[in-house]
């Protein structure tokens, strides 16, 4: 899907559509979780106007996710509140040694079954970016859901009225994993952001074979002539305006039609390492590079700011510490 280049003021308008929970680490630590709250959270800290479309549980859990995100300056005019089904938790389980996650994701919660809000259709015209994820189309309630979405998109695109700018976080976690759903994603997307691994299982799948890993004179091709390669046949592919490859300490490229970026992360202190987890870094790169973009800043900018930020959440427990001021100026 194509849309139009949106110009913004200096508050971008970002709806993210998906998860919202608690993760909950060994020893009892709780913490807002599920990447579009995570990412709607780290939006608003960085100026934007954020909304969240979900829903929660009816219970106390439920009350204190809508409480937290009226407190931090996100819209839940979009989440409701089940009757049936309890707010969504996730067990986090964290490597002692390096701080990367795993995760246990309870199914069957809220955010499972997303109820369609009669207010959408006309606030798409109001938003410069509309941000969704895999893991909540795990069902076919929300599958459903975001194809009419999807539908009302193309025909505003077909009319040549504003749309906002699709953004996917692939997000892939196992026994979650849908390819055909995940194409349908990327057909829909104008933007993608993966990790590392992802990255790699996604080429596997929608490339398959197609990117050759020598030049003409066949010599085979360093690891960035590759990936640049693979970038270019995905966006081809799936009509993509950018994507992004996290990559943990080692930062993130940012691949545009016109170009590449590297930005490395800012080197953390061991004790850093020590006192902070991953959880939640990905979500704060991705919202960082959507305020950057929309707000004007160039490519590098947006790139180099993004890995500050994504390094700051991985120095902090939890998904969504506040930042601090620095970062909240933006680049």
Not at 4 to 31: C, K, M, V, Y
Not at 177 to 182: E, L, N, Q, S, Y
Not at 301 to 311: D, I, M
Request: contains cysteine.
């Amino acid at each position: 899907m194509t849309h139009d280049q949106n110009e913004t003021a200096t508050q971008p308008r970002i709806l993210s559509i998906g998860e919202a929970l608690f993760d909950e680490l060994e020893g009892g630590e709780r913490h807002l979780g599920g990447a579009p709250l995570n990412l709607a959270l780290h939006a608003a800290q960085l100026g934007a106007e954020a909304a969240l479309w979900s829903a929660v549980g009816r219970d106390e859990l439920g009350e204190e996710l809508l409480a937290a995100l009226s407190s931090r300056g996100v819209s839940a005019e979009l989440v409701t509140q089940h009757r049936a089904r309890e707010t969504g938790r996730v067990m986090v389980r964290l490597d002692a040694e390096t701080g990367e996650a795993s995760y246990q994701i309870k199914e069957g919660v809220a955010w499972d079954e997303l109820e369609w809000p009669e207010q959408l259709p006309a606030r798409l015209a109001e938003l410069d970016a509309l941000c969704f994820g895999s893991l909540c189309l795990r069902g076919a309630h929300n599958l459903s859901t975001l194809k009419a979405l999807w539908l009302q998109l193309e025909r505003r695109v077909e009319r040549k009225e504003r749309a906002p700018l699709c953004f996917f976080d692939m997000n892939l976690r196992p026994p979650f994993v849908d390819w055909p759903c995940i194409e349908e994603c990327l057909e829909a997307a104008d933007a993608l952001k993966v990790n590392r691994e992802e990255w790699s299982a996604l080429c596997q799948r929608a490339l398959r074979g197609a990117v050759d890993s020598e030049d003409r004179e066949g010599r085979a091709l360093s690891e960035a002539q590759l990936e640049r390669a693979q970038a270019r046949a995905m966006m081809a592919r799936f009509n993509l305006r950018w994507l992004v490859i996290t990559k943990g300490a080692e930062g993130l490229t940012l691949h545009h039609r016109e170009g590449v970026e590297q930005a490395r992360e800012p080197a953390l202190e061991p004790e850093q390492l020590k006192a902070g987890d991953s959880v939640g870094a990905g979500d704060a790169t991705s919202a960082a590079l959507l305020v950057s973009l929309l707000n004007g800043a160039s490519w590098a900018e947006s790139a180099q700011f993004a890995a500050r930020c994504g390094a700051f959440v991985v120095s902090q427990r939890g998904a969504t510490p506040a930042f601090p001021e620095e970062l909240r100026r933006g680049p």
